[in-house]
C-alpha cells in the first residue's frame, strides 16, 4: 500500500518543478493558437491522470503525470506552457499541494443587511490594482432567479463591499424552460446586484451570451482583457468553484500564448450550498476542460478568438 507522506513529498517536486518551468512559453503571442495534433493524445492522458490523482493520490499517477509533461514540452514550449500550468493549477485546489489553498465560504445569513466578506479580507485581492470578480450564473426557473442564483449573488456583492475597486462580471444568458421573453443570467443578476444588494450598475459587467462553464471563462475573461484587468476570483457556489476556477486558469493561460495577456487567479468565494454535490466536481472539470483545448478533434478553431 502507497503511503500519504510519499504522495505529499512527490506532490511538493512536482509543483516546484512546475513553478520553475513556468516562463516556458515566453515569445511572440499566437492568436491561433491551439494544442499540436501531436499533443493532443499526451494532453488527454494528462487530464485522465489528473482526474485519477484528485480520486485516489498515488505515486504511480504522479510519476506519470510527471513523465507525460516531460514528452510535451519535448514536442511543443508553447503545450508545455498550457500543460504546466493547468497541472499545477489542479495540484493547488484538488490536492492542496503547497499547504496554501483555502476555500473561502460564504454563508448567507438573511438577518444580516448588506454583509461585506470578511473572509477575504487578508487574501492577495487586497494587493492588486486592477481586479474583478467573475460571478457565474445558474439556470432560471421560469425566467426568474433560483435561491442559489441569489445566493450566489449575495455572496458576489458581499465581495464587492469589501473591495470597492473591483469590477464584477455576471455571466449567463437566457437559460430554462418557459423563458419567453429570453431573460439571461446576467442581466437578472445585475438587477438583483443593484436594486437588492445596492451596488453602483456602473461597477457591472454583463456577459448575456454563456451557457457553459466554458462560455462564462472565456466570454468573461475576453471581457477583463478589454478592459486591462489582469487579476480574478471567481464567485460560484461551493460545488462548483474548483471546477469553474480550473477552467479559468486555463483560459488565461490560453490568453497568455494567443495574445499575450496575463490574467491570474488570485483568490476565490463561494455560496455555500452543502456537501452533496461536490462529487461530480472534478469530472465536470476535466470534460470540459477537454473541451475547451479542442482534444476531442482539430478542426480549426474560429477565425474570430474573443
Known amino acids: 500500500m502507497l503511503k500519504k507522506t510519499g504522495c505529499s513529498l512527490f506532490c511538493l517536486m512536482l509543483c516546484a518543478i512546475l513553478l520553475a518551468l513556468w516562463p516556458a512559453a515566453a515569445g511572440a503571442s499566437n492568436p491561433s493558437y491551439a494544442v499540436s495534433p501531436e499533443n493532443g493524445p499526451l494532453f488527454r492522458s494528462l487530464l485522465n491522470d489528473l482526474l485519477a490523482v484528485s480520486e485516489t493520490p ?7 503525470i510527471a513523465s507525460l509533461l516531460d514528452q510535451i514540452g519535448e514536442n511543443s514550449d508553447e503545450d508545455a506552457f498550457l500543460a504546466r500550468a493547468i497541472a499545477e493549477h489542479w495540484y493547488s485546489v484538488f490536492l492542496n499541494t503547497d499547504g496554501t489553498y ?11 443587511l448588506r454583509p461585506i466578506a470578511s473572509e477575504l479580507a487578508d487574501t492577495p485581492i487586497r ?9 457565474l450564473g445558474y439556470q432560471l426557473e421560469d425566467g426568474e432567479m433560483t435561491e442559489e442564483l441569489k445566493g450566489r449573488c449575495e455572496a458576489a456583492a458581499a465581495a464587492a463591499r469589501t473591495f470597492p475597486d473591483s469590477l464584477l462580471v455576471c455571466t449567463g444568458g437566457a437559460t430554462g424552460g418557459n423563458n419567453p421573453e429570453h431573460h439571461t443570467e446576467a442581466g437578472r443578476m445585475k438587477e438583483y446586484l443593484v436594486t437588492v444588494c445596492g451596488l453602483d450598475a456602473d461597477r457591472i459587467l454583463t456577459d448575456d451570451l454563456a451557457m457553459t462553464t466554458i462560455d462564462n471563462a472565456v466570454n468573461a475573461i475576453s471581457m477583463l482583457r478589454e478592459r486591462g484587468i489582469h487579476a480574478m476570483t471567481v464567485v460560484t457556489s461551493d ?10 486558469n486555463a483560459e ?13 487567479l488570485v483568490s476565490n468565494y463561494c455560496y455555500q450550498t452543502g456537501p452533496q454535490l461536490r462529487s461530480g466536481s472534478a469530472r465536470s472539470a476535466i470534460s470540459q476542460l477537454t473541451s475547451l483545448l479542442h482534444l476531442s478533434s482539430y478542426a480549426p478553431l474560429p477565425t474570430e478568438l474573443p
Open 58 to 64: 498515488s505515486d504511480s499517477v504522479m510519476e506519470e
Open 102 to 112: 483555502s476555500e473561502h465560504v460564504f454563508q448567507w445569513d438573511r438577518s444580516v
Open 127 to 135: 494587493d492588486c490594482p486592477s481586479h474583478a470578480f467573475i460571478v
Open 239 to 248: 460545488y462548483h468553484e474548483k471546477w469553474g476556477q480550473v477552467l479559468c
Open 252 to 264: 488565461a493561460a490560453l490568453n497568455h500564448l494567443r495574445y499575450g495577456y496575463d490574467i491570474r
